[in-house]
């Protein structure tokens, strides 16, 4: 019977990085998962803000 491997899976909080740089109250943050052998560098996705009420770039943070 095989070993079952650890987990390369990641939990990781995205946040918007235009509504940063705006200054407008409040904060657009999403929470997804990335395997971190096949991405090992920081995520960047387009995710929608109902702050700005419209879809921006959200970064990966620490």
Do not use: W
Request: proline content about 5%; overall charge positive.
């Amino acid at each position: 019977m095989a070993k079952k491997a650890k987990g390369n899976r990641i939990q990781v909080i995205m946040e918007c990085t235009e509504q940063k740089e705006s200054g407008i109250p409040g904060m657009s943050r999403y929470i997804t998962t990335k395997n971190k052998k096949n991405t090992p560098d920081r995520l960047e996705r387009k995710k929608y803000n109902p702050f700005l009420k419209k879809v921006t770039v959200h970064k990966e943070i620490k």
